[in-house]
């Protein structure tokens, strides 16, 4: 789970506050005993709340494929899944199973990491580009998606799909995107002195010495860009 994933679901929720129950897809907290750093429980405060995942442990209520949840049509008000989909093989029964699930009303919260080597879970199969989150989520009829880093490779992809079009949808979504990249420039100040200056440092060296991807990608590592916005 990315810094970002984290930034994303609390703005998300403290904006648009979905619905519940709320479902998490890839809910496993991977140290052993949990890791409240990959908790997202804390950000839907008196909601219903259940984890699934394919292997039971710290986090999991109920261990399920993605692709077969085993839950009623039109039940449930939110599904999370960060940093989990390029972990599911089968990507479109996936997305379709999560369109089964939600209520009318519902929405979904999808992450993935672009810019980042294999992370086998126990395998890891795929790459998202924003234009392919922009298609996997085409059904939903509001959409939000964007990315985190260069817009040409960057290091995470989201999208936000809702199966109604909230009401005052374009105004949220405007303050859903200038709140998360104030959050994501605040993580940046909050970085240790020591950290700080690593970077610096670094920067100073790629920009005189080293390549300009690797420059850029530093620079822009929490910079929020916006691929699409749409109703219809």
């Given at each position: 789970?990315?810094?970002?994933?984290?930034?994303?679901?609390?703005?998300?929720?403290?904006?648009?506050?979905?619905?519940?129950?709320?479902?998490?897809?890839?809910?496993?907290?991977?140290?052993?005993?949990?890791?409240?750093?990959?908790?997202?429980?804390?950000?839907?405060?008196?909601?219903?709340?259940?984890?699934?995942?394919?292997?039971?442990?710290?986090?999991?209520?109920?261990?399920?494929?993605?692709?077969?949840?085993?839950?009623?049509?039109?039940?449930?008000?939110?599904?999370?899944?960060?940093?989990?989909?390029?972990?599911?093989?089968?990507?479109?029964?996936?997305?379709?199973?999560?369109?089964?699930?939600?209520?009318?009303?519902?929405?979904?919260?999808?992450?993935?990491?672009?810019?980042?080597?294999?992370?086998?879970?126990?395998?890891?199969?795929?790459?998202?580009?924003?234009?392919?989150?922009?298609?996997?989520?085409?059904?939903?009829?509001?959409?939000?998606?964007?990315?985190?880093?260069?817009?040409?490779?960057?290091?995470?992809?989201?999208?936000?799909?809702?199966?109604?079009?909230?009401?005052?949808?374009?105004?949220?979504?405007?303050?859903?995107?200038?709140?998360?990249?104030?959050?994501?420039?605040?993580?940046?100040?909050?970085?240790?002195?020591?950290?700080?200056?690593?970077?610096?440092?670094?920067?100073?060296?790629?920009?005189?010495?080293?390549?300009?991807?690797?420059f850029r990608k530093l620079r822009d590592e929490h910079v929020i860009g916006w691929h699409s916005q749409v109703t219809h």
């Open positions: 789970m990315t810094e970002l994933d984290r930034l994303l679901v609390q703005t998300f929720t403290r904006i648009f506050q979905p619905g519940e129950p709320v479902l998490e897809i890839g809910s496993h907290q991977l140290k052993a005993g949990g890791d409240a750093s990959h908790d997202l429980r804390p950000f839907f405060p008196g909601r219903k709340y259940f984890g699934s995942d394919f292997s039971p442990g710290p986090g999991v209520d109920c261990a399920a494929d993605a692709t077969r949840l085993g839950i009623r049509e039109q039940t449930v008000g939110t599904v999370v899944m960060v940093s989990t989909i390029e972990h599911v093989f089968r990507v479109f029964d996936a997305f379709e199973e999560i369109s089964r699930v939600l209520a009318a009303h519902g929405a979904v919260v999808v992450t993935s990491h672009m810019d980042c080597g294999i992370h086998a879970y126990p395998s890891d199969y795929w790459r998202f580009t924003p234009e392919a989150f922009a298609r996997l989520l085409d059904h939903f009829p509001a959409k939000i998606v964007g990315y985190q880093g260069l817009s040409y490779n960057p290091f995470v992809v989201f999208g936000i799909g809702f199966k109604e079009v909230p009401e005052n949808f374009d105004q949220l979504a405007g303050r859903f995107r200038r709140e998360l990249e104030q959050s994501m420039n605040a993580a940046k100040g909050a970085l240790p002195m020591k950290s700080k200056m690593s970077r610096m440092r670094r920067l100073f060296l790629w920009r005189l010495f080293g390549s300009k991807d690797s």
